[in-house]
């Protein structure tokens, strides 16, 4: 298909991109807003590696047509870390021990930061649920659903 404009907010600022409304969300954040955080992993919507948020619910970006995304919301690991800062999500997954090899961390913190925004203060089964398309190979899930726990407590008591 030709390239289109279309606009949409990403990461809180309103922007706009000519790309292939075919192509994917995941192919045009990488490819042509340099945005590399978000993983490339299985590309059918398996892995979980590739979790953004639109408006405010996790998707895999390797499913969504770019064209989709006219007028709707995006945010990326990118909004995440501010400068120096780690969210407090980022920061529970390395206390925890919950990134290995890192690469399915960007679309675990994706869903997890998508639980926390709705549910501050979820179950252990609700963050089971929440990770439940999100793959990892190294962890076992078990640090991960730690992290997410004490990330979830640190706000609370905030
Ligand atoms: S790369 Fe999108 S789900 Fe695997
Ligand atoms: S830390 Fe390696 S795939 Fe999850």
């Known amino acids: 298909m030709d390239n289109q404009e279309v606009v949409f907010t990403l990461n809180e600022e309103l922007v706009r991109v000519y ?14 807003l340099g945005l590399f955080g978000t993983k490339v992993g299985c590309g059918r919507g398996e892995c ?3 979790t953004v948020l639109l408006d405010d619910q996790p998707v ?12 709707r919301r995006i945010e990326t690991i990118e909004n995440l ?22 690469f399915c961390s960007p679309g675990m913190i ?3 930061h ?4 709705t ?27 730690e992290a997410i726990a004490s990330a979830a407590e640190k706000k609370s008591r905030r």
Do not use: W
């Open 81 to 102: 870390s501010r400068g120096e800062e780690y969210h407090p999500i980022q920061k529970a997954f390395v206390e925890k021990g919950a990134v290995q090899c890192g």
């Open 114 to 117: 998508a639980l926390l925004k």
């Open 48 to 50: 979980g590696a590739c």
């Open 110 to 112: 994706m869903s997890a």
């Open 19 to 32: 790309a292939d409304p075919a192509e994917s969300l995941l192919t045009v954040l990488r490819d042509k």
């Open 119 to 145: 549910n501050p203060q979820p179950s252990l089964q609700e963050i089971k649920t929440a990770i439940s398309g999100n793959l990892c190979r190294c962890t076992g899930y078990k640090q991960i659903e």
């Open 60 to 71: 895999n970006s390797c499913l969504i047509p770019f064209g989709k995304v006219e007028g």
